[in-house]
């Protein structure tokens, strides 16, 4: 019964804080407008908000399978709750980039913080190898669904609020004021777990000389994490405030279609992680990733070519339903080809790889859409540098298999 209730509370957690990332992405690049940044230092607060996720989550990550996963939980959702008024309270440069560094804020809707590498180390360790991709599938599902209907609800809200005679900065700041009410509640629901989610200390190797929190599996995570940097450089080009700021800039569509937009694609994701299940029974963890990620990557390129909005929508969407059925194949892998008090810090380190690498792009794109000549550069070098990935992964990766395919 603890295990169910366990696995009944992470899956509560990810639905609560994928809401609002979803919830707050739509407008967080509208709101520093606002607040009379330009399209520059946005970009620069975005790339401050990634590289500050990956210091605080590798230092969280790395450690919490000594320091308590649950712990380790408790500190992010303070650290969410935190930012997340910071950005309310105050129009002060210095002071909204002190707390992107510091606090958990998310810029793309996408996963943020140490939530994601510790909640799947604990489900690793709640379930047996052969359930573990379709649960991961199934926690990417309703982590996809949670950050659409959150961008649906808070481009709708900010647009309901302001037709009836909110300005548009105070509008911003409700969706804010959920954010960080999201942070306080999913503190709350961390708090009741129980202790069948750590680590036994038996089981940690404390003898085994540590990099990190690696051990025997650490030149693996170092290939995987430099793999995935790239990947997640070209996705921090087209974050989803950024794509959302696009539209703005490219058709001039408000934020309750954009939310609209974003709900689509992001229920066409949820839906295309647990598709990925199937496919890797029978074709594997490294081919789904790779044969499914190729065809989404063109349709990226192929979004800023087209000539109206429909069409626009058209690509990204069907981009967008395809384009994470590497997300749980991904997670699932990392976790199969490390050992089991490795798990934290290997998802930790290949996530904050992933931070890190998404960390430098925003800023590049801050500067491209702050040109009209330059508006769909972004959507270029994101798709081409993801199908070198492609082809660096299969080459590095397809003979190594996880427990369940051998």
Known sequence: MKTNRNISVLFSTRIIRLFCYGFLSVILALYLAQVGLPEQQIGLLFTLTLAGDAGISLWLTTSADRFGRKRTLIVGALLMLGAGLVFILTRNVILLMAAAIIGVISPSGNEIGPFLSVEQAALSHLLPDERRTQVFAWYNLVGSFATATGALSGGWLAQVLQSNGMPALDAYRVVLMGYSIGGLIIGLLFLSLSHEVEVEPASRAASTPRVLGLHKSRNVVVRLSALFSIDAFAGGLIVQSMIAYWFFIKFGVNPGIIGSIFFGANVLAGISALLAVRLANKIGLINTMVFTHVPSNILLILVPLMPTLPLAILLLLLRFSISQ????????????????????AASGVTTIARSVGAALSPSLTGIFLASASLLSLPFFLAGGLKLVYDALLYRSFSTMKPPEEN
């Open 325 to 344: 059925m590497d997300v749980p194949t991904r997670q699932s892998y990392t976790m199969a080809v490390v050992a089991p008090d490795e798990r934290s």
